[in-house]
């Protein structure tokens, strides 16, 4: 096929060839009109096609695209190819977008996508049937105009999405929905809603089954640790030969019944869903009575072994107090400076045995940190404390009286006072545990009032 600008050379230069040929012939007058005529019906036969070009244009379709003459033939060619591949890709992007749709409604999750002023821009089925929404009402509403509690719109906003969202099924109030928002790029989100009903109740069940046995252990290890101590304390009930025995058996019900308490101590927390008090607590008393429990523990810890004593020191901020329930608290502060006496050796030697308490305000975030100069921890294990029965050295916890549990009872209290810990630790040197409460919580006293 010829190009275009080659076409209309050739056809500009035939005519002027027949028009000079015309001029020799005949006269100029003659060529002038010849050439004139000929331009006149060339330029209307552009405005023909032009007209069918835009009259196409309106309804466009492949069926439709006239077939032109001349130059036109090519325009109408190309424009011919060109329908043909958009029709194609059309085919692509739609059957693309249907295996997309399939796909992310075969997903058990709800998936919505919200926009920049949190509209939803698009939804799954599952995300429709576990949230109330609608696509086709709802689309470009705003999802807080829509799900309206409370602590699903301060989740949106807050902007932090480390952590999901517990939130009720809008249609079963007995199931209940996770929900995780992750930022896209252009500033749109995406929320995925999990289903966490049939998990829950595995988990209510472990709770459960957890409390029983705790419970059923209780009594009968009771009653042995209870004869175990009568007879120790009776005057020849034990023979001599047997007496170390007897004390191993006393040492072993005692660490049982403090690891049982300690499971009911952790289920009852987990297991509590409502908020915890909020009542204001003062903090220099119970620091104050957490120092003096602390040097009396770590005095009962050397009763047997002649050691230098834990140097326990307090520094408090006696105008910073704070919300949250004093029971729950005083386990986590005192689970964290009973950790310090235990994995802080002791000897005569400088800095040894040291163990600072403090608590202070920073960037409005109350913090109740304890410092020791111990054993210290070991990078790798730091993320791993929390866990239930997760212990860096087994026999010094043991022979501490520790159960494994201290820490996961201190992160479910925290959670629940939507406080943090952080733990920093050398090896050898020792290690700082500090938990930060959020600002709602903090009360600052009115100094001089
Ligand atoms: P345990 O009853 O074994 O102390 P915890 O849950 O309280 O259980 O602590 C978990 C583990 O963390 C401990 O076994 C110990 O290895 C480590 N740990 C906790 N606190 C300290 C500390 N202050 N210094 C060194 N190691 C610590």
Same mark, same amino acid.
């Given at each position: 096929?010829?190009?275009?600008?080659?076409?209309?050379?050739?056809?500009?230069?035939?005519?002027?060839?027949?028009?000079?040929?015309?001029?020799?012939?005949?006269?100029?007058?003659?060529?002038?009109?010849?050439?004139?005529?000929?331009?006149?019906?060339?330029?209307?036969?552009?405005?023909?096609?032009?007209?069918?070009?835009?009259?196409?244009?309106?309804?466009?379709?492949?069926?439709?695209?006239?077939?032109?003459?001349?130059?036109?033939?090519?325009?109408?060619?190309?424009?011919?190819?060109?329908?043909?591949?958009?029709?194609?890709?059309?085919?692509?992007?739609?059957?693309?977008?249907?295996?997309?749709?399939?796909?992310?409604?075969?997903?058990?999750?709800?998936?919505?996508?919200?926009?920049?002023?949190?509209?939803?821009?698009?939804?799954?089925?599952?995300?429709?049937?576990?949230?109330?929404?609608?696509?086709?009402?709802?689309?470009?509403?705003?999802?807080?105009?829509?799900?309206?509690?409370?602590?699903?719109?301060?989740?949106?906003?807050?902007?932090?999405?480390?952590?999901?969202?517990?939130?009720?099924?809008?249609?079963?109030?007995?199931?209940?929905?996770?929900?995780?928002?992750?930022?896209?790029?252009?500033?749109?989100?995406?929320?995925?809603?999990?289903?966490?009903?049939?998990?829950?109740?595995?988990?209510?069940?472990?709770?459960?089954?957890?409390?029983?046995?705790?419970?059923?252990?209780?009594?009968?290890?009771?009653?042995?640790?209870?004869?175990?101590?009568?007879?120790?304390?009776?005057?020849?009930?034990?023979?001599?030969?047997?007496?170390?025995?007897?004390?191993?058996?006393?040492?072993?019900?005692?660490?049982?019944?403090?690891?049982?308490?300690?499971?009911?101590?952790?289920?009852?927390?987990?297991?509590?869903?409502?908020?915890?008090?909020?009542?204001?607590?003062?903090?220099?008393?119970?620091?104050?009575?957490? @120092?003096? /429990?602390?040097?009396? #523990? =770590?005095?009962?810890?050397?009763?047997?072994?002649?050691?230098? %004593? *834990?140097?326990? +020191? !307090?520094?408090?901020?006696?105008?910073?107090?704070?919300?949250?329930?004093?029971?729950?608290?005083?386990?986590?502060?005192?689970?964290?400076?009973?950790?310090?006496?235990?994995?802080?050796?002791?000897?005569?030697?400088?800095?040894?045995?040291?163990?600072?308490?403090?608590?202070?305000? @920073?960037? /409005?975030?109350?913090? #109740? =940190?304890?410092?020791?100069?111990?054993?210290?921890?070991?990078? %790798? *294990?730091?993320? +791993? !404390?929390?866990?239930?029965?997760?212990?860096?050295?087994?026999?010094?916890?043991?022979?501490?009286?520790?159960?494994?549990?201290?820490?996961?009872?201190?992160?479910?209290?925290?959670?629940?006072?939507?406080?943090?810990?952080?733990?920093?630790?050398?090896?050898?040197?020792?290690?700082?545990?500090?938990?930060?409460?959020?600002?709602?919580?903090?009360?600052?006293?009115?100094?001089?009032?």
């Amino acid at each position: 096929m010829l190009d275009i600008r080659l076409k209309a050379g050739l056809l500009v230069a035939a005519l002027s060839i027949i028009c000079v040929f015309l001029w020799l012939i005949s006269s100029a007058m003659t060529a002038l009109l010849v050439f004139t005529s000929i331009l006149i019906l060339y330029l209307f036969s552009h405005i023909f096609w032009l007209h069918k070009l835009l009259f196409w244009f309106k309804k466009p379709t492949l069926k439709e695209i006239p077939e032109g003459s001349g130059i036109w033939e090519d325009v109408f060619d190309a424009l011919l190819k060109y329908e043909r591949n958009n029709n194609l890709n059309q085919i692509k992007l739609n059957s693309a977008l249907e295996r997309f749709n399939l796909t992310a409604n075969a997903v058990p999750d709800g998936l919505v996508i919200l926009g920049n002023v949190n509209q939803i821009e698009w939804c799954t089925a599952n995300a429709e049937n576990q949230l109330g929404l609608n696509l086709d009402t709802d689309k470009n509403l705003p999802i807080v105009n829509l799900i309206r509690d409370s602590h699903f719109i301060a989740y949106l906003y807050s902007e932090v999405y480390t952590e999901p969202l517990k939130l009720k099924h809008c249609r079963n109030s007995d199931a209940t929905l996770e929900i995780q928002v992750i930022p896209l790029a252009s500033k749109q989100k995406l929320l995925i809603s999990r289903d966490m009903t049939q998990l829950e109740k595995v988990d209510v069940m472990r709770r459960d089954f957890i409390a029983n046995v705790s419970h059923e252990l209780r009594t009968p290890l009771t009653v042995v640790g209870g004869f175990l101590e009568t007879l120790t304390d009776m005057d020849g009930a034990v023979p001599d030969n047997l007496k170390n025995y007897f004390g191993l058996m006393q040492e072993q019900t005692g660490r049982m019944r403090r690891i049982i308490e300690d499971l009911l101590t952790l289920s009852t927390i987990e297991s509590s869903t409502g908020n915890p008090n909020n009542n204001e607590i003062d903090m220099h008393g119970l620091l104050k009575s957490i @120092q003096k /429990d602390a040097i009396n #523990f =770590s005095q009962g810890l050397h009763q047997n072994v002649k050691r230098a %004593k *834990h140097h326990i +020191r !307090l520094e408090a901020d006696a105008n910073l107090n704070l919300r949250g329930s004093l029971e729950e608290l005083r386990s986590a502060f005192t689970n964290l400076v009973s950790n310090a006496i235990r994995y802080t050796p002791t000897s005569d030697a400088n800095n040894s045995g040291e163990i600072l308490i403090s608590w202070y305000l @920073q960037d /409005d975030q109350a913090v #109740f =940190s304890v410092r020791d100069t111990g054993i210290g921890i070991e990078e %790798k *294990h730091i993320d +791993r !404390l929390t866990e239930r029965f997760y212990r860096v050295d087994r026999s010094r916890s043991r022979e501490t009286g520790g159960t494994g549990l201290g820490l996961s009872i201190v992160k479910h209290i925290l959670i629940r006072h939507q406080a943090k810990l952080e733990i920093t630790s050398i090896l050898g040197t020792g290690s700082a545990f500090s938990i930060k409460f959020p600002k709602a919580r903090v009360v600052k006293k009115q100094v001089g009032v």
